[in-house]
């Protein structure tokens, strides 16, 4: 991961100084750890997924498609709904399928375009064992982690998916209690952002800050955010990550997030690629925020993408004036760029005024880049 400075800001925002241990674990609460370290794929096999698969726990929505579409057609600024969470009954916990030392556990719900398990408890025992794929995945990434506070395990495309646990004799206590049932891709359909946005791939000068900004899903939300350099001096363990409070508020955010890295075209104006295929990283921990100036500081779980940029920041404010840029997914569409000057202040925010590009709902939590490359914050 490469760094330089840059200016990290929001609609509002509040830059945060703190150091922590260096080791490869966050304590959360002074109850939870999580590992830090980035598992690699391992191979998976079919055995036993068909049988699994005809005895999967089958749920479905309270919410209707047509109700979070209502939401998405209001005009807001919060996060974009993309989905809802759905309970999974205790009594159905009981489907779990053997084959040799591997149980699987499928859970089917109905119309999902991808799905996302939620473990209530994850216990030290099951940290690296526990596999979450789709029925016909040759590959799955393990969860490391344990505790007591809930665990999300990653997104799987479509309508159902299974949790795989390894090296277990007896019927595994692991509890999935919900899901997150998608009922739209994270990024927005190709028509719903709008028409006057910039690539940043046609601007040379933004190569390295456009690579430190990652479209966000979380619980059943899209947003944004960027990757930040380490406060004092580089220390070991995950990656700073800075976006909106508004967006992740809370613990429980953060360890649901999924960061979608390079979501952007491939040349300038180029082709897009397809969500599913670009790398991301699972979960994080919530270190510092506030609602007032709107600022959410955390530390991936997983080490993000080689290429990935982290940015600086200073405390310097912004000259009256000033040329901004701004790298943002707009609606949770494909990465873009916005250009504009500072035109006023608050106490808690910058006043921004464009003169090319745009931002929209789903922008939140994009970071503010000045001429010199260095953040300030209000």
Same mark, same amino acid.
């Given at each position: 991961?490469?760094?330089?400075?840059?200016?990290?800001? $929001?609609?509002?925002?509040?830059?945060?100084?703190?150091?922590?241990?260096?080791?490869?674990?966050?304590?959360? @609460?002074?109850?939870?750890?999580?590992?830090?370290?980035?598992?690699?794929?391992?191979?998976?096999?079919?055995?036993?997924?068909?049988?699994?698969?005809?005895?999967?726990?089958?749920?479905?929505?309270? #919410?209707?498609?047509?109700?979070?579409?209502?939401?998405?057609? /209001?005009?807001? @600024?919060?996060?974009?709904?993309?989905?809802?969470?759905?309970?999974?009954?205790?009594?159905?916990?009981?489907?779990?399928?053997?084959?040799?030392?591997?149980?699987?556990?499928?859970?089917?719900?109905?119309?999902?375009?991808?799905?996302?398990?939620?473990?209530?408890?994850?216990?030290?025992? %099951?940290?690296?064992?526990?596999?979450?794929?789709?029925?016909?995945?040759?590959?799955?990434?393990?969860?490391?982690?344990?505790?007591?506070?809930?665990?999300?395990?990653?997104?799987?495309? !479509?309508?159902?998916?299974?949790?795989?646990?390894?090296?277990?004799?007896?019927?595994?206590?692991?509890?999935?209690?919900?899901?997150?049932?998608?009922?739209?891709?994270?990024?927005?359909?190709?028509?719903?952002?709008?028409?006057?946005?910039?690539?940043?791939?046609?601007?040379?000068? %933004?190569?390295?800050?456009?690579?430190?900004?990652?479209?966000?899903?979380?619980?059943?939300?899209?947003?944004?955010?960027?990757?930040?350099?380490?406060?004092?001096?580089?220390?070991?363990?995950?990656?700073?990550?800075?976006?909106?409070?508004?967006?992740?508020?809370?613990?429980?955010?953060?360890?649901?997030?999924?960061?979608?890295?390079?979501?952007?075209?491939?040349?300038?104006?180029?082709?897009?690629?397809?969500?599913?295929?670009?790398?991301?990283?699972?979960?994080?921990?919530?270190?510092? !925020?506030?609602?007032? %100036?709107? %600022?959410? $500081?955390? #530390?991936?779980?997983? @080490?993000?993408?080689?290429?990935?940029?982290?940015?600086?920041?200073?405390?310097?404010?912004?000259?009256?004036?000033?040329?901004?840029?701004?790298?943002?997914?707009?609606?949770? /569409?494909? #990465?873009?760029?916005?250009?504009?000057?500072?035109?006023?202040?608050?106490?808690?925010?910058?006043?921004?005024?464009?003169?090319? !590009?745009?931002?929209?709902?789903?922008?939140?939590?994009?970071?503010? $880049?000045? @001429?010199?490359?260095?953040?300030?914050?209000?």
């Amino acid at each position: 991961m490469r760094s330089a400075f840059s200016v990290f800001l $929001l609609l509002t925002l509040a830059l945060v100084s703190t150091s922590f241990a260096a080791d490869n674990a966050i304590r959360v @609460d002074g109850e939870f750890w999580i590992g830090l370290d980035r598992t690699e794929p391992v191979a998976v096999t079919d055995e036993g997924v068909a049988e699994a698969v005809a005895r999967a726990v089958v749920v479905a929505p309270e #919410k209707s498609r047509a109700a979070v579409d209502a939401v998405l057609a /209001a005009p807001n @600024d919060e996060p974009l709904m993309i989905g809802a969470h759905v309970d999974i009954p205790a009594a159905d916990l009981s489907r779990w399928v053997r084959a040799g030392d591997r149980w699987l556990l499928a859970v089917r719900s109905e119309g999902a375009f991808f799905l996302r398990p939620h473990f209530a408890e994850f216990p030290p025992e %099951y940290s690296g064992r526990v596999l979450v794929r789709a029925p016909h995945d040759e590959s799955a990434e393990a969860i490391v982690g344990h505790g007591t506070h809930d665990t999300w395990g990653p997104a799987v495309e !479509g309508d159902t998916f299974v949790v795989e646990v390894r090296g277990e004799s007896s019927v595994p206590s692991l509890v999935v209690d919900r899901v997150s049932h998608g009922f739209r891709a994270v990024e927005a359909p190709p028509t719903k952002e709008q028409n006057c946005h910039l690539d940043p791939n046609c601007y040379s000068e %933004y190569v390295d800050q456009r690579a430190a900004v990652a479209l966000i899903q979380f619980e059943v939300f899209s947003r944004l955010g960027a990757l930040h350099r380490q406060p004092h001096r580089e220390r070991r363990g995950g990656a700073w990550f800075y976006t909106a409070n508004h967006c992740i508020g809370n613990q429980n955010a953060a360890a649901s997030m999924i960061a979608y890295w390079e979501f952007e075209t491939d040349v300038c104006n180029g082709a897009v690629p397809a969500l599913a295929s670009v790398p991301r990283t699972n979960g994080s921990d919530y270190v510092a !925020g506030g609602s007032f %100036y709107d %600022y959410t $500081l955390l #530390k991936l779980h997983q @080490d993000p993408p080689t290429g990935a940029f982290a940015l600086g920041w200073t405390a310097e404010p912004l000259d009256p004036g000033e040329n901004v840029a701004i790298i943002h997914h707009p609606s949770g /569409a494909y #990465k873009r760029l916005a250009f504009g000057f500072e035109n006023g202040s608050s106490s808690q925010y910058w006043i921004i005024k464009y003169g090319e !590009g745009n931002t929209e709902g789903g922008s939140s939590g994009s970071p503010l $880049l000045n @001429d010199e490359n260095f953040s300030s914050a209000r």
